[in-house]
């Protein structure tokens, strides 16, 4: 056996430990490809004025009357969306007004739970709303379905799954129309491009912005293992020139330095700036999938808020009634 035949071999064997040690490092430092986009929506004065008042109108007696007053004013700054003010007044209306009148309490809990929904604090919707008379309305109370879709989304939004849960069930049992568009709503919102593809084939509008999404989304994966044979190349990748050049010097400039350490015979020194090449080259990688991903959520979001606007298929859209 002579020796080149011996060192063949070795080089095989090293090779297969290099690319097994990738392929590890890889895996530990493998970003999810999962989209969590921001997306919101445009609320006007204009729209929120036209949502019609479910309840009675007050009376004159009522109207005169402490808690009448306070609640005239309270829905006064709820139209305008000064919603601070509003709940504020709703609850000096609240304290005012006679234990007894159950229907005024209704209508003055359903403002306050609006007004905190609208301004998309969804916590106090959701302990405001448990404290309140409105756990035990049912279909006869005339925004129920409203109601149903607050809770909905502020339970989604604050990730209590199994409630959100029920009240989907609730809405599937009393109004599955609307059910159906809440289902759309939350599979835009959340990013679900897989249930959108399957379940809404039909929907011209929803499969053009899917193709569109897909033709102009970079590849995670391909991301990181760009950056993984050439630091840097993986932002490079996804437009970050800056970044890209900023990782290649970085790793170039510790790869020189330790090669330089060691072989001057400086050992230590060349083990700090390994550890420091390391911690950049392991990071380079793990940030260039983070990178891809914000990414593709930002041209998400591009594609999918218009949509979501343009159709009005926000939950807060699907509300009929206001103050």
Same mark, same amino acid.
């Given at each position: 056996?002579?020796?080149?035949?011996?060192?063949?071999?070795?080089?095989?064997?090293?090779?297969?430990?290099?690319?097994?040690?990738?392929?590890?490092?890889?895996?530990? &430092?493998?970003?999810?490809? $999962?989209? #969590?986009?921001? *997306?919101? !929506?445009?609320? =006007?004065? /204009?729209?929120?004025?036209?949502? +019609?008042?479910?309840?009675?109108?007050?009376?004159?007696?009522?109207?005169?009357?402490?808690?009448?007053?306070?609640?005239?004013?309270?829905?006064?700054?709820?139209?305008?969306?000064?919603?601070?003010?509003?709940?504020?007044?709703?609850?000096?209306?609240?304290?005012?007004?006679?234990?007894?009148?159950?229907?005024?309490?209704?209508?003055?809990?359903?403002?306050?739970?609006?007004? &905190?929904?609208?301004?998309? $604090?969804? #916590?106090?919707? *959701?302990? !405001?709303?448990? =404290?309140? /008379?409105?756990?035990?309305?049912? +279909?006869?109370?005339?925004?129920?379905?409203?109601?149903?879709?607050?809770?909905?989304?502020?339970?989604?939004?604050?990730?209590?799954?199994?409630?959100?849960?029920?009240?989907?069930?609730?809405?599937?049992?009393?109004?599955?129309?609307?059910?159906?568009?809440?289902?759309?709503?939350?599979?835009?919102?959340?990013?679900?491009?897989?249930?959108?593809?399957?379940?809404?084939p039909k929907n011209k509008n929803i499969q053009s912005m899917i193709?569109?999404?897909?033709?102009?989304? =970079?590849?995670?994966?391909?991301?990181?293992?760009?950056n993984t044979f050439i630091p840097g190349s993986g932002y490079l990748?996804?437009?970050?020139?800056?970044?890209?050049?900023?990782?290649?010097?970085?790793?170039?400039?510790?790869?020189?330095?330790?090669?330089?350490?060691?072989?001057?015979?400086?050992?230590?020194?060349?083990?700090?700036?390994?550890?420091?090449?390391?911690?950049?080259?392991?990071?380079?990688?793990?940030?260039?999938?983070?990178?891809?991903?914000?990414?593709?959520?930002?041209i998400y979001e591009s594609k999918a808020t218009p949509l979501l606007?343009?159709?009005?298929?926000?939950?807060?859209?699907?509300?009929?009634?206001?103050?």
């Amino acid at each position: 056996m002579n020796l080149q035949s011996y060192l063949n071999p070795m080089k095989t064997i090293k090779n297969l430990f290099l690319v097994l040690l990738l392929s590890f490092v890889c895996s530990c &430092y493998r970003v999810e490809e $999962k989209l #969590e986009p921001k *997306i919101s !929506y445009t609320l =006007k004065e /204009s729209h929120v004025k036209s949502l +019609k008042n479910p309840f009675k109108q007050l009376t004159l007696e009522e109207r005169s009357q402490d808690w009448g007053k306070e609640f005239i004013i309270a829905k006064k700054f709820a139209k305008e969306l000064d919603l601070y003010r509003a709940i504020t007044n709703f609850r000096r209306s609240e304290i005012l007004l006679p234990e007894e009148d159950l229907y005024r309490q209704q209508e003055i809990e359903y403002n306050i739970t609006l007004s &905190y929904y609208l301004g998309q $604090k969804f #916590e106090n919707v *959701i302990e !405001y709303f448990e =404290k309140s /008379s409105l756990c035990y309305v049912d +279909k006869s109370f005339e925004a129920f379905k409203d109601l149903l879709i607050i809770l909905y989304e502020s339970y989604r939004e604050t990730e209590n799954e199994e409630k959100t849960q029920k009240i989907l069930e609730l809405l599937k049992d009393n109004y599955p129309e609307t059910e159906k568009k809440i289902l759309l709503s939350t599979a835009l919102i959340e990013a679900d491009v897989e249930i959108l593809k399957e379940n809404y084939p039909k929907n011209k509008n929803i499969q053009s912005m899917i193709v569109s999404y897909k033709k102009e989304k =970079k590849s995670v994966k391909t991301a990181q293992l760009l950056n993984t044979f050439i630091p840097g190349s993986g932002y490079l990748y996804i437009g970050q020139k800056k970044s890209a050049a900023t990782a290649f010097l970085l790793n170039g400039l510790f790869i020189y330095a330790t090669y330089e350490f060691f072989h001057r015979g400086w050992t230590a020194a060349g083990t700090i700036t390994a550890s420091f090449e390391a911690g950049w080259y392991f990071g380079g990688i793990y940030g260039a999938g983070e990178e891809a991903n914000f990414y593709n959520e930002r041209i998400y979001e591009s594609k999918a808020t218009p949509l979501l606007n343009r159709d009005r298929l926000f939950p807060i859209f699907l509300i009929k009634y206001g103050f």
